[in-house]
């Protein structure tokens, strides 16, 4: 099971964007999310008028670690650590380190 899945707000730890809060939008395969707003870089697109493209400069969210964000806590706003455990009817089920509460 993994710590952080899609439509998880998250906060980055690392980098440029340190500080921010943003959604997780995609999950790699290589271990990096890809966060709605974040890590935003410039792209030279070419155009493509059959599929309806433009040309020219557009920005591009790009991939972060996965080790560089940490899951937001809704009860203290702040990045918190977050486990896996087994429940008694087998569930697994992810929770904040802190204070032992489940992940909604």
């Known amino acids: 099971m993994n710590k952080i899945v899609k439509n998880d707000q998250v906060i980055i730890t690392a980098g440029k964007d340190k500080g921010?809060?943003?959604?997780?939008?995609?999950?790699?395969?290589?271990?990096?999310?890809?966060?709605?707003?974040?890590?935003?870089?410039?792209?030279?697109?070419?155009?493509?008028?059959?599929?309806?493209?433009?040309?020219?400069?557009?920005?591009?969210?790009?991939?972060?670690?996965?080790?560089?964000?940490?899951?937001?806590?809704p009860a203290t706003n702040k990045g918190e650590r977050v486990g896996v455990k087994i429940l008694d009817n087998g569930k697994k089920v992810r929770f904040f380190k802190s204070n032992g509460e489940v992940v909604s």
């Open 20 to 73: 921010r809060i943003g959604n997780v939008t995609q999950i790699l395969a290589n271990g990096k999310l890809v966060i709605q707003g974040m890590n935003v870089a410039k792209k030279h697109q070419k155009g493509n008028p059959q599929a309806g493209i433009p040309g020219g400069i557009v920005d591009k969210e790009m991939p972060i670690d996965a080790s560089n964000v940490m899951l937001v806590n």
